[in-house]
């Protein structure tokens, strides 16, 4: 493999790629703000505008892997730390989220868009512990796009397990192909057994975390893509088998074995590749890159920032009779959310999340070193 002490400190293309992530995000959210008279192709294209958040699953899934196996060889709590690092890195910065939402439910009402359930105890509790992905009613309640975060969290409690058993692209081509086995047999049980209104249940079966296991897949795939040698390039035919036959399956039967938030994937890891061959300036320059670094904080302002723009109808700039206004409106709110999200979310980076990710690395190099202590105790016996 590349030297991956080196590139865990690089990755210029993978900070980026979370800034087109995050920027897609707000896109898709400003266009379900204000007027929306747009053209299909602008509808499709906005709409799919969501697929950032697969952007960051597959991100997610790469740097995972890719700083294990680098704190592996230098840690003796390698695990432990893992999830120090990953609570502290998540954490603080939604639960300011959930603590905001909750006040501004309070005191400003509903300002979301479509039907969202009443905020209850129970849902900000799950919320605090990340178990909201566990019901139709909560996963999405508290904190708009908290779906992701309960995602990201209770993958993280498989990461462990996977990467002992994951090790190669061969391990890597089986995991996505059960991921997808698994992906379809809890959408099929879950709508056997519909435990909420259909509402609920539309959204749920989406948003959940088996709905999006073969994204996450796609990203342990990467990490094995870019940092495996091309002569070690081995995957069994028949595992390479089984992609030509599924397309086919899905072409030939209008069957959705491969779910567009998949397909998309596919695209992203093709696309992150070739980043990690060549960083096109277009693409990795200092302006993505520090989109990048605060892209969290950005993924939960810029709900605030809309849900503000709304209560104070600050959504529409020009008369909106035509296409061309309605174009030239969702530009400027555009525009505007951006700049204001970018504002607010480097405060909340410099004030939130960098703070909290140093004292979790203060926490780690304490357990280190009493573990050295240890270890050297026990050896000079």
């Keep these: 493999m590349k030297n991956e002490s080196d590139q865990v400190k690089k990755l210029g293309y993978i ?34 505008g969501g697929r950032g958040v697969q952007l960051f699953f597959i991100v997610s899934a790469f740097t995972l892997f890719l700083s294990l196996h680098h704190r592996s060889k230098k840690e003796n709590n390698v695990y ?37 359930p009443d905020v209850t105890p129970w849902s900000v509790i799950s919320s605090v512990f990340f178990l909201h992905g566990l019901s139709p009613y909560w996963i999405n309640n508290v904190v708009p796009g908290g779906w992701t975060i309960t995602n990201e969290m209770m993958f993280y409690c498989m990461i462990p397990f996977l990467f002992k058993k994951i090790k190669n692209l061969n391990h890597a ?23 909420a209104e259909p509402h609920f249940m539309k959204g749920f079966l989406f948003f959940f975390l088996p709905n999006h296991l073969p994204v996450f897949a796609c990203g342990i795939f990467l990490y094995f893509l870019v940092y495996t040698p091309k002569e070690q390039w081995k995957i069994n035919p028949l595992i390479l088998l089984f992609f030509p036959l599924s397309f086919l399956l899905q072409l030939a039967t209008g069957r959705e074995l491969y779910s567009q938030h998949v397909l998309f994937s596919f695209a992203f890891v093709a696309f992150a590749y070739v980043l ?26 810029h709900f605030a920032v809309l849900h503000l ?12 009779g035509t296409v061309i206004e309605s ?7 555009y525009s505007i ?34 573990t050295g202590m240890k270890e050297a105790n026990l050896n000079s016996i």
């Design 15 to 48: 900070d980026s790629l979370r800034g087109f992530a995050v920027l897609a995000v707000l896109m898709v959210h400003c266009a379900d703000y204000g007027t929306n008279n747009y053209p299909d192709i602008i509808e499709s294209i906005t709409g799919n």
């Design 80 to 116: 432990s730390n893992f999830f120090i690092r990953r609570f502290f890195r998540i954490a603080p910065m939604f639960y300011l989220a959930i603590i905001y939402n909750v006040v501004e439910r309070l005191f400003m009402g509903y300002v979301l868009i479509g039907y969202y």
């Design 173 to 195: 081509a089986i995991a996505f192909i059960i991921a997808v086995f698994i992906q379809h047999c809890f959408i099929f049980l879950v709508k056997q057994v519909p435990f």
């Design 276 to 301: 990690s061959i060549k960083e096109f300036k277009i693409f990795v320059n200092p302006v993505s890159r520090f989109l990048g670094k605060i892209s969290y904080s950005m993924y939960l302002v």
């Design 309 to 320: 723009l709304f209560k104070f109808d600050f959504l529409d700039y020009v008369s909106t």
């Design 327 to 333: 174009l030239l409106n969702l530009g400027i709110r």
């Design 337 to 370: 959310v951006i700049l204001l999200t970018v504002i607010i979310s480097y405060i909340t980076y410099r004030l939130i999340e960098k703070p909290f990710q140093q004292l979790g690395k203060r926490i780690i190099k304490k357990r280190e070193t009493k």
